[in-house]
């Protein structure tokens, strides 16, 4: 099942955004799930990701203090609220799933989600 990935926009630099991360038909019960962004002409890139279980985190170092990744058990949905935002953090957002917080293999990516910060 793909992801749906969803609240991408257009804001100013130092303004703040939250994408929100779903999956229908299906719970993010045992699994890590991720946020990653491709700007254009560049390759995908690794922003944050939550253990569903656990809580537990792993944060690229380019949006630390930023960026923070949380999830709502009951709305089965993870969050990505992306704040003081720069020009250089345009991008489609996307999120995947994979079956922990290292495991490194990425699945179900959805449509992604385009942000867009002005300078």
């Known amino acids: 099942v793909q992801l749906q990935a969803s609240g991408g926009g257009l804001v100013q630099a130092g303004g703040s955004l939250r994408l929100s991360c779903a999956a229908p038909?299906?719970?993010?019960?045992?699994?890590?799930v991720g946020w990653f962004r491709q700007a254009p002409g560049k390759e995908r890139e690794f922003v944050e990701a939550i253990s569903w279980s656990s809580g537990n985190t792993r944060t690229a170092n380019s949006v630390k203090g930023r960026f923070t990744i949380s999830r709502d058990n009951a709305k089965n949905t993870v969050y990505l609220q992306m704040n003081s935002l720069k020009p250089e953090d345009t991008a489609v957002y996307y999120c995947?799933?994979?079956?922990?917080?290292?495991?490194?293999?990425?699945?179900?990516w959805g449509q992604g989600t385009l942000v867009t910060v002005s300078s």
């Open positions: 038909g299906r719970t993010f019960n045992s699994y890590a």
């Open positions: 995947a799933v994979a079956p922990t917080l290292i495991s490194g293999v990425w699945g179900s």
